[in-house]
């Protein structure tokens, strides 16, 4: 198994800064993409970054310019820089990584953190 823990949700104003951040532990073998989700109230839950383990990173366009997504493969961790928020970013935001286990290292599967409020408020 895998576990994500995400850390550095809160709430800001229109225009401040968060970072978010995501630490897999457990008994992993090797992780692929990792990425960050958001599920706003009323909506599906939908990609806002990901970066696989070639480094090209691809974002939603609502974020294109304001956030930014990197890694540290030796922490297992992913981060998400959010610059200029705007009230719409409001969500949960979800770390997900594509990951093998040591314990079964012939396929993939995804892992889920328990996720993050991020609230902006204007």
């Known amino acids: 198994q895998v576990q994500l823990a995400e850390s550095g949700g809160g709430s800001a104003q229109a225009g401040g800064s968060l970072r978010l951040s995501c630490a897999a532990s457990?008994?992993?073998?090797?992780?692929?993409?990792m990425g960050w989700y958001r599920q706003a109230p009323g909506k599906q839950r939908e990609l806002v970054a990901r970066i696989p383990s070639s480094g090209n990173t691809n974002y939603a366009d609502s974020v294109k310019g304001r956030f930014t997504i990197s890694r540290d493969n030796a922490k297992n961790a992913v981060y998400l820089q959010m610059n200029s928020l705007e009230p719409e970013d409001t969500a949960v935001y979800y770390c997900?990584?594509?990951?093998?286990?040591?314990?079964?290292?012939?396929?993939?599967?995804?892992?889920w953190g328990q996720g993050t409020q991020v609230t902006v408020s204007s």
């Open positions: 997900r990584c594509l990951a093998r286990t040591r314990t079964y290292q012939t396929d993939w599967s995804i892992y």
């Open positions: 457990g008994s992993i073998f090797s992780i692929n993409t």
